[in-house]
């Protein structure tokens, strides 16, 4: 599991190190800070961060607005206004670009935590991708644990477990997360690589090591493989 990686746009270089500082305590990963527009799609392409707060007005020609339209357009992942102005103009401006939350200037650490929060909440909920409280984005599933969002890369999950209304995800690495939830709604949320081989399994296709008649291997660990899913998973392995 890793950190939520934040990118932070803003031209004042003391509230921006302030900033990173700030999230760095609460349990995120910071990305060094961008000043412009021009410095923050670089970073955007290099590192494409799970979630950005935006400054509205930058020193330069371009805005953050237009860093909002940029990720809008070409990268989708949420993103946050930071403002020292809360007129009805900047804001109505503002929201037209659908930002995931706002922050105005000064702020508290508790609420940069809460912006953070509801913008990954938010985000999550407008495209459908909600499990309980996990939230997926992407090629990922976001867990809370100790009050904050962790990322899970689903390429690096061996195969999900269920018991009862929650699931043991196990990770390639062999460490294990569980959430609450149905393996239902989760395949339904993952991508072709995994299927269902049993009432209680998923698994990643990607690490399956060996298959037969009563039981599978994925990563040495031994799964058994349902009747009633038997016939699908050779028919999605093109197996004859």
């Known amino acids: 599991m890793t950190k939520v990686k934040i990118l932070v746009v803003e031209d004042e270089i003391l509230i921006a190190d302030n900033m990173c500082d700030t999230l760095n305590e ?3 990963e910071t990305l060094e800070s961008a000043m412009n527009y021009t410095e923050a799609i670089a970073t955007i392409n290099e590192e494409l961060p799970d979630i950005a707060i935006l400054d509205i007005h930058l020193s330069g020609r371009r ?3 237009d860093i909002a339209q940029q990720i809008n357009e070409k990268y989708d992942f949420p993103f946050i206004f930071l403002t020292s102005f809360s007129d009805s103009e900047t804001v109505s401006e ?3 670009h659908n930002p995931s939350a706002f922050l105005i200037k000064p702020f508290s650490k508790e609420e940069l935590y809460t912006s953070i929060e509801i913008a990954l909440s938010n985000f999550s909920k407008k495209i ?3 499990i309980d409280e996990n939230l997926i984005i992407k090629e990922s599933i976001f867990i809370k644990e100790k009050g904050a969002y962790h990322k899970i890369i689903f390429e690096d999950i061996l195969f999900i477990k ?3 209304v929650y699931m043991e995800i196990n990770m390639v690495d062999k460490k294990k997360y569980t959430i ?3 393996l239902s709604e989760v395949l339904s949320k993952l991508d072709d690589k995994f299927i269902r081989v049993h ?3 998923i698994i990643n296709t990607n690490y399956l090591q060996q298959i037969d008649q ?3 291997k994925i990563g040495n660990v031994l799964i058994p493989i349902g009747k009633k899913y038997r016939q699908t998973i050779l028919e999605k392995l093109n197996i004859i």
């Open 26 to 28: 609460l349990g995120y």
């Open 162 to 164: 269920s018991d009862h």
């Open 63 to 65: 805005s953050g607005i």
């Open 128 to 130: 459908g991708q909600v």
């Open 180 to 182: 609450r939830g149905s």
């Open 214 to 216: 009563s039981s599978l």
């Open 199 to 201: 009432r209680s399994f």
């Open 94 to 96: 503002a929201k037209k």
